[in-house]
């Protein structure tokens, strides 16, 4: 029985993919600040520790480490979320290094905002253009740790995750709230593109990938980005919500603050397509946003 280790594995992508894997027969560990199970694992994403013995004879290590970017960009969350996801990062692939037979793969997340705000251009692993700002930077400096770590045994994944959509977390949850609350009506203009993915197409891409021996770096998102308009006239027709009130450019910005977070999360134009993986051929399961839509409302 193979052996998947997943870093900063209990939120809500983590705990799916451990009952995805576990349901295909892989033993699967979690590792921690807060070890709370009987395969949970301390490890503070910092420093070495018992914890890396845990990656010998590993099939897989998924690297989801990493302070939530929904949070407002203050000086010191700044630090927060660049340094959780460097340290962890490589202590990771030191960790890798010391063991006799290390894990076969390792995919380190990255993000889809890594690329620049689109509306026309399709950005791809290949052609997709690079941005410079504060979040873009994040993600450079994230995979440049990844890339700059050599190691010979392991084959190296870097996931360019756009936004998950699933029933128990990510951003379904307040969206469905917003809508609930006849908040749900298109925020700003509307025609920002949102690259998306089911939470089931996410697991089943690592899956994939594997199993075809596959590494690189890799969009892991839908082929067929939704806008923002769409996405929340969707939400309100699965809840049976007639209307939604829309949301002003400033409104957003005053809301941002009220609740601790950044426009950006709504207001950045996502237009990213999975070239690599299509051309591999993955079949995605949820190709429309109405489709992932309906299964999570259900």
């Not at 894990?103 to 997709?128: L, R, V």
């Not at 990844?146 to 190691?151: A, D, E, G, L, R």
């Not at 998950?164 to 969206?175: D, M, N, S, Y």
């Not at 709504?266 to 999975?274: A, E, G, M, Y």
Request: glycine content about 8%; some cysteine; aromatic content about 12%.
């Amino acid at each position: 029985m193979e052996t998947i280790v997943i870093a900063g594995g209990t939120g809500f992508l983590g705990q799916f993919l451990e009952t995805y894997f576990q349901d295909k027969g892989y033993t699967i560990k979690i590792l921690t600040r807060k070890p709370v199970k009987k395969n949970h694992i301390f490890w503070d994403g910092n420093n070495l520790g018992n914890w890396t013995k845990d990656l010998e004879n590993t099939f897989a290590l998924i690297n989801l480490a990493g302070k939530s970017v929904d949070c407002r960009y203050t000086e010191e969350n700044r630090k927060r979320i660049h340094d959780s996801r460097i340290d962890s990062t490589n202590v990771l692939g030191l960790a890798i290094n010391l063991c006799e037979n290390p894990p076969k793969y390792w995919f380190n997340s990255s993000t889809a905002t890594i690329y620049k705000d689109s509306y026309q251009k399709e950005m791809t692993e290949e052609n997709g253009d690079i941005g410079d700002d504060f979040s873009m930077n994040i993600a450079k400096s994230w995979e440049q740790a990844f890339n700059s770590i050599t190691n010979p045994k392991t084959k190296k994944i870097i996931m360019r995750t756009s936004i998950v959509f699933g029933k128990k977390g990510g951003a379904f949850i307040p969206l469905k709230r917003l809508a609930q609350f006849g908040l749900g009506g298109k925020q700003w203009h509307g025609n920002q593109k949102v690259s998306w993915i089911h939470e089931l197409d996410f697991a089943r891409a690592i899956d994939f990938i594997m199993t075809n021996d596959l590494d690189g770096t890799f969009n892991i998102v839908a082929p067929k980005p939704t806008n923002n308009k769409t996405l929340m006239k969707t939400i309100r027709k699965a809840l049976k919500i007639p209307f939604g009130l829309s949301h002003p450019k400033w409104l957003l910005e005053f809301g941002a603050k009220l609740i601790g977070t950044e426009t950006e999360l709504v207001l950045k134009s996502r237009n990213v397509i999975p070239e690599r993986l299509s051309a591999y051929g993955f079949k995605f399961k949820y190709i429309t946003i109405g489709d992932t839509i309906r299964a999570i409302s259900s």
